[in-house]
């Protein structure tokens, strides 16, 4: 049995209140972001309701709201439902917005954005979005064999937020992979999970729950693979490397590694103190109390029994016997023993 006390390091359920301060400050921009767009020459250039109706939009499209798919001329099976919903949109096809100013500026096809903002600047292909701002901000290149911020996949309000080139990425959750800006093949899935990370060098990362790699200030960490709330939350790295290739599967595993690279924790709050590379630590609560390099852990000095098959009755063709201290440490016999020469 467990003390309640080695029960510390885990984490409720519910988003630490600190963790969001950071990101609220995008929202102080967003007021700011439609003034400006609002006076902007492109925006100023699209047709507005008093001037002369561009014509008959073709039958397979629906508006329904103030300059809804105002711009269509040749764009087929558009959908546009709220206030400046597919504004923009004049000749493509097969988009669908449902909220004020939904893929306002959008003039490619394939797009959903679904929640007030969603998509509102996007000028890429093939994304998805539901949610209030979800993937506002992003860009890309209307050419889909660009790469640039196509195929992204954002449900959440405000999930991808700032993502502007970043592509082939998918966040669920609020706020989930709000600062990624160009990182791509992301996968977030939970509250603010991969919410930090930004740049180029934010790629190739997976987490799932609440806080799941949420991140360091400006995290640009690569390979990384977390699962569970608060899993790797504090990793940061940088372009060399640091903070890369870390696997954390538990509740609070590895939660204050910051630039460590290579490390394993299987198990709620396994290693979630170390800072270290290459380090293995497997079971409920394993973590050293101290920083570490390329150790392997696997249960602790609770533990009342180890079996471990494949061993008994094998030979290992030669080598040195193999002694267990009391804290569980493994090594061979010292030099010179009796156990040595044997």
Not at 306 to 327: E, K
Request: glycine fraction near 14%; hydrophobic fraction near 40%.
């Amino acid at each position: 049995m467990y003390p309640l006390n080695q029960l510390k390091t885990l984490v409720s359920c519910g988003r630490d209140p600190a963790r969001s301060l950071p990101l609220r400050r995008g929202f102080l921009l967003i007021p700011l972001m439609l003034v400006c767009f609002a006076l902007s020459p492109q925006t100023q250039a699209i047709p507005q309701p008093n001037t002369p109706d561009p014509g008959a939009k073709p039958v397979s499209d629906t508006a329904d709201g103030q300059n809804s798919l105002l711009s269509i001329t040749s764009g087929i099976h558009n959908s546009g439902f709220g206030f400046d919903a597919l504004l923009s949109n004049s000749t493509a096809s097969f988009s669908t917005a449902v909220g004020s100013a939904a893929l306002l500026v959008s003039n490619a096809p394939e797009n959903v954005g679904v929640g007030c903002g969603a998509l509102l600047l996007n000028v890429a292909p093939r994304n998805t979005a539901c949610g209030t701002f979800a993937l506002f901000n992003n860009s890309g290149d209307p050419d889909p064999t660009v790469g640039s911020g196509v195929f992204n996949v954002a449900v959440g309000a405000n999930s991808m937020f700032l993502n502007t080139t970043g592509a082939s990425n998918n966040a669920v959750g609020e706020s989930s992979m709000f600062n990624n800006t160009t990182g791509s093949a992301n996968t977030a899935v939970g509250d603010v999970a991969l919410a930090s990370g930004a740049g180029d060098d934010n790629s190739f990362n997976t987490a799932l729950g609440a806080n799941a790699l949420f991140g360091g200030d400006g995290m640009i960490s690569n390979s990384n693979n977390a699962v569970g709330a608060d899993a790797l939350q504090s990793i940061v790295g940088d372009a060399t490397g640091l903070g890369g290739f870390n696997n954390a599967m538990g509740v609070d595993a590895l939660s204050a590694l910051v630039n460590g690279q290579g490390n394993v924790a299987v198990g709620d709050s396994a290693g979630a103190s170390v800072e270290g590379n290459f380090n293995i630590y497997i079971g409920f609560a394993v973590d050293p109390g101290v920083n570490e390099d390329n150790t392997i852990r696997i249960g602790d000095t609770l533990d009342a029994a180890c079996f471990i098959g494949g061993i008994f009755g094998q030979s290992s063709g030669g080598g040195d016997p193999v002694l267990c201290g009391s804290d569980g440490k493994l090594g061979t016999a010292p030099a010179g023993s009796p156990l040595s020469m044997k």
